[in-house]
């Protein structure tokens, strides 16, 4: 029997081109009994017919297929999710905060007749209130039920919010639409990252969840150039409610799809045969984890409260999120105080978000290439994010060449966000503790966000200096706590190596948690 899995270890039958069923312990059959709480499961663990083995052919096709199918949805689903809270900001600069009554005339500390964004921001701000409530509910649903069924309704039910935007009639109803919208996205997030450790290897997550979460950013810049297209249509209906007619229609139209495509595990996959449900759930062993488990586990919600890196990677994602506030639904705002057009703040705005997610996708590539490097990829990526949030604090905006540089440095945060979530399936193990710890990291997400646009003081517009001087101090936090992190997982990795036996056995499916399995091995 091999030693247990090392962290960011290739997958199985990378080993070599056949990988044969011989992980029990000490040559014993495994316990069927005790690997999965999902019958499903364990009736195709059980039912291999003696194939036992596959070849790396036979994994690759399949990871394939995971990549073609799965990730293309759970991206585009996350690309609107994204694109909901980008065009907020298009459809501001289009009439919608006149019209509600979001801006307000005044004048700021230097005497200038502005436009007081305190409305808008916490327009912005309660979407994540809204987040925050839904997030624990929402995120136990979805593993209590079918997930991926769950989330697709999550979507169908925020496209009809994200729709009735256009029936608002000032700011008030503003906030409680923005409240709903949040409240409902909240689920879809967390159920992807649980979908994610279910299909995919620790070193494939370190890549797949970057991706599904990074292209929401690509598919932004693209869709703000869609937007730009769609206000220079004349039809006499405002704007901005365009905007959120077609993003409604379009969110609608894909919860149909989500539902339909998205599997709910490897065991029930319809676009999997037996073969290949076998080959997707054995090859996972190596993440010495379980599949998914419905029933609700206590016990590891209490682990999960006391484990110090579940509270570490919430410090971390709150500290990053914290600039968010510019790069949600600030960015066309701020381009727009420097002096552009309505329409031109839609196309500078554009490459912000690429470069959030190419940043996503170039942390997650590098991360998967070279071994334990995941905190390391993730402080270099946050650099720029650093280096950006200096240049809109201490440049004058009217040296704009510098500001537009560093709004669109600034977007780099994301890119390191999207590795920060890769840690919570990949060093978390226990279907509930797992759901708490994204849920938990989540609520940070949403914390951040509701404090970011906060700190973009209405009457400082359009310069802001409190939030740059706060984002530049969260980010500064945010790369030294990564280092916090990764030795935390490095000295716990080095404590199971000098163990004996059982830090070396093999416990996958078995739903005990990371504390539970010395075989468990912390990715870097």
């Not at 052919?57 to 293309?72: A, S």
């Amino acid at each position: 029997m091999s030693g247990p899995p090392s962290v960011d270890t290739p997958s199985l039958a990378e080993k070599g081109s056949v990988h044969h069923f011989d992980s029990a312990p000490s040559g014993k059959a495994p316990r069927l009994d005790a690997i999965a709480e999902d019958e499903e499961v364990n009736r195709i663990l059980a039912n291999s017919g003696g194939q036992s083995h596959w070849t790396e052919d036979e994994e690759r096709r399949l990871v394939r297929k995971l990549d073609m199918i799965l990730l293309p949805v759970m991206a585009f689903t996350i690309t609107l999710q994204t694109t909901d809270k980008g065009v907020y900001g298009s459809a501001c600069v289009f009439g919608m905060c006149s019209e509600l009554g979001l801006y307000q005339p005044s004048i700021n500390a230097a005497g200038q007749a502005i436009n007081n964004t305190s409305r808008y921001s916490f327009a912005s701000t309660i979407f994540y209130i809204g987040y925050l409530a839904g997030v624990y509910p929402l995120a136990f649903l979805a593993q209590r039920f079918r997930i991926a069924k769950m989330t697709g309704l999550y979507t169908l039910i925020w496209g009809i919010v994200l729709l009735m935007s256009i029936v608002v009639k000032d700011y008030k109803g503003a906030y409680a639409q923005r409240f709903c919208l949040g409240l409902f996205e909240a689920g879809v997030s967390p159920a992807f990252t649980l979908i994610t450790s279910m299909f995919y290897t620790k070193r494939e997550q370190s890549s797949r969840l970057p991706y599904w979460y990074a292209s929401g950013f690509v598919g932004l810049a693209i869709f703000q150039i869609v937007t730009w297209g769609i206000v220079h249509i004349e039809t006499g209906f405002p704007k901005w409610k365009i905007i959120f007619l077609f993003y409604g229609f379009i969110t609608i139209a894909w919860a149909g799809i989500a539902i339909t495509v998205l599997p709910d595990s490897p065991a029930t996959c319809r676009w999997f045969n037996d073969r290949e449900k076998y080959i997707a759930i054995e090859r996972l062993r190596a993440n010495q984890d379980s599949i998914k488990s419905s029933h609700i586990n206590t016990r590891q919600i209490l682990e999960a409260v006391l484990d110090i890196r579940v509270w570490l990677i919430v410090i971390i994602t709150f500290l990053v999120l914290v600039p968010n506030g510019l790069t949600s639904t600030f960015i066309p705002v701020v381009v727009r105080g420097l002096g552009y057009s309505s329409y031109d703040s839609l196309l500078l705005s554009a490459p912000a978000f690429l470069v959030s997610g190419l940043s996503g996708i170039g942390c997650g590539y590098a991360s998967s290439k070279f071994r334990n490097s995941r905190a390391i990829c993730t402080m270099i990526t946050l650099l720029p994010c650093l280096i950006g949030c200096i240049l809109l604090w201490k440049v004058p905006k009217t040296n704009i060449g510098a500001a537009l540089a560093g709004i669109y440095m600034n977007s780099t945060f994301a890119g390191a966000l999207s590795q920060i979530q890769a840690f919570i399936p990949s060093n978390t193990a226990g279907t509930t503790k797992k759901t708490f710890s994204a849920a938990a990291a989540f609520m940070a997400y949403a914390v951040g966000n509701i404090l970011g646009p906060l700190l973009l003081k209405g009457h400082e517009a359009p310069v802001y200096p409190t939030g740059f001087k706060a984002f530049t101090t969260c980010i500064s936090i945010c790369i030294g706590m990564l280092g916090v992190y990764r030795v935390v997982c490095q000295l716990e990795n080095r404590r199971r190596d000098k163990l004996g036996d059982e830090a070396h056995s093999d416990h996958a499916f078995e739903n005990q948690t990371d504390k539970q399995n010395l075989s468990f091995r912390y990715a870097l």
